[in-house]
């Protein structure tokens, strides 16, 4: 059981739009940072956002991350092909003392 | 090109010790918080421990899961993180990553991992 909560899947189809939600609570994503990764098994995880909606440099501007109270969410416009992955949301648990993460969203692009 | 690569991994019985390697290149690599995360077989991502660059202390801290069985140092000096782990479980069977971390707000980049089998 994770301590962020994010749905097991989501799908649409390609050029489309998707959001991926992050729920927490006010000791992790109420009073810290969160960030979104991208992780195809067997490979390096990537970072796609951080600090709740900034991009690094070479992620496209496709990905978008907003917060709001105890709630994060991922927004992913244009749907490729090439974009089906896991996605996993972070952040610090202030009362745990430790990192924590979503269980992770797979999505399909049909 | 900033770059972390992990070894050390393999196979390796119940309640025997492993230690892994982070060997990181192209940064100031004492200039960074140093993490590690691990995904087991049809798991998510998760969360193993960090350790402080030493202008902040150089102290650690770690999931509740390995508390106490696992430790993490770095030797500045030759750009590598390690990742002790002693007492190993057949639960502890993952995917190590190692990660770039400042103050645990973001994390990168990844490492492609090392296969850890704890088995008898």
């Known amino acids: 059981q994770s301590v962020l909560t994010q749905p097991p899947s989501v799908s649409a189809a390609p050029g489309q739009k998707v959001t991926i939600s992050c729920s927490g609570s006010s000791s992790n994503i109420g009073k810290n940072y969160v960030s979104w990764y991208q992780h195809l098994p067997g490979t390096a995880p990537k970072l796609l956002i951080y600090e709740n909606n900034k991009r690094p440099s070479g992620i496209p501007d496709r990905f978008s991350g907003s917060k709001s109270a105890t709630s994060a969410t991922l927004g992913i416009t244009g749907l490729q092909t090439g974009d089906e992955a896991d996605f996993y949301c972070g952040t610090w648990d202030s009362s745990l003392s430790a990192v924590v993460f979503g269980g992770g969203t797979k999505l399909t692009v049909l | 090109e900033v770059q972390l690569v992990e070894s050390g991994g393999g196979l390796v019985q119940p309640g025997r010790s492993l230690r892994l390697s982070c060997t990181g290149s192209g940064f100031s690599f004492g200039d960074y918080d140093m993490s590690w995360f691990r995904q087991a077989p049809g798991k998510g991502l998760e969360w193993v421990g960090f350790i402080r660059r030493r202008a902040y202390g150089g102290t650690s801290e770690y999931a509740a899961s390995v508390k106490g069985r696992f430790s993490i140092s770095r030797d500045d000096s030759k750009n590598i993180a390690y990742l002790q782990m002693n007492s190993l479980k057949t639960e502890d069977t993952a995917v190590y990553y190692c990660?770039?971390?400042?103050?645990?707000?973001?994390?990168?980049?990844w490492g492609q991992g090392t296969l850890v089998t704890v088995s008898s």
């Open positions: 990660t770039r971390t400042r103050v645990v707000r973001w994390f990168d980049p």
